[in-house]
Antibody
Framework: QVQLQQSGPGLVKTSQTLSLTCAIS??????????WNWIRQSPSRGLEWLGR?????????DYALSVKSRITINPDTSKNQFSLQLNSVTPEDTAVYYC????????????WGQGTLVTVSS | QSALTQPASVSGSPGQSITISCTGT?????????VSWYQQHPGKAPKLIIY???YRPSGVSGRFSGSKSGNTASLTISGLQAEDEADYYC???????????FGTGTKVTVL
């Protein structure tokens, strides 16, 4: 049974970098049969897919157009986890951030991490 | 890319059936049988209840079912129970530029 455990600060200053980590148990970040995602949820934007990474002999990443210039998702194979970095944040980036997995070849998110409320404030 | 359109709220009495619609476009819902549905209780992460339009994950009640016609997907909850009171979201794959789009969410109230 795959489980995802998120960690990271809940408060980030405007213009700085938001950083979150998602630790994986029950699977490996470099699995050829999984894709690892970040999704956020806010009252103003609803649920919004942010990006994904996956390993198929090499690492691949795809990002939402709305954050493409500011986002990086990286694997950490030594700790079996992956991370989200979102640069130059503004109060509009205030949201609950979730990590989530989907099986290779599929397009549904299961499971999800527990969520992290990140508030962006000056 | 706009969010998929769902009714803001739907209500029903215990034992009744309700249906939640999820309207997209020919670029997402209408073009792929890759619609999934999620149930979210307050303060919790979304939980997958339907995938690929009408498949239920192991452990999800048979009272949940999904369907699709054209650009609109639907989730039906039959035999409504108090525990079904939650927010429900649809999601569709939208191709290799947009990737995924979620619905606006529907609050289900059990009267």
């Amino acid at each position: 049974q795959v489980q995802l455990q998120q960690s990271g600060p809940g408060l980030v200053k405007t213009s700085q970098t938001l950083s979150l980590t998602c630790a994986i148990s029950g699977d490996t970040v470099s699995s050829n049969s999984a894709v690892w995602n970040w999704i956020r949820q806010s009252p103003s934007r609803g649920l919004e897919w942010l990006g994904r990474i996956y390993y198929r002999s090499e690492w691949y990443g795809d990002y939402a157009l709305s954050v493409k210039s500011r986002i990086t998702i990286n694997p950490d194979t030594s700790k079996n986890q992956f991370s989200l970095q979102l640069n130059s944040v503004t109060p509009e980036d205030t949201a609950v951030y979730y990590c989530a997995r989907y099986p290779s070849g599929k397009s549904y998110f299961d499971p999800w991490g527990q969520g992290t409320l990140v508030t962006v404030s000056s | 890319q706009s969010a998929l359109t769902q009714p803001a709220s739907v209500s029903g009495s215990p034992g009744q059936s309700i249906t939640i619609s999820c309207t997209g476009t020919s670029s997402d819902v209408g073009n792929y049988n890759l619609v999934s549905w999620y149930q979210q209780h307050p303060g919790k992460a979304p939980k997958l209840i339907i995938y690929e339009v009408n498949y239920r994950p192991s452990g999800v009640s048979g009272r949940f079912s999904g369907s699709k016609s054209g650009n609109t997907a639907s989730l039906t909850i039959s035999g409504l129970q108090a525990e079904d009171e939650a927010d429900y979201y649809c999601c569709s794959y939208a191709g290799s530029i947009i990737f995924y789009v979620f619905g606006t969410g529907t609050k289900v109230t059990v009267l």
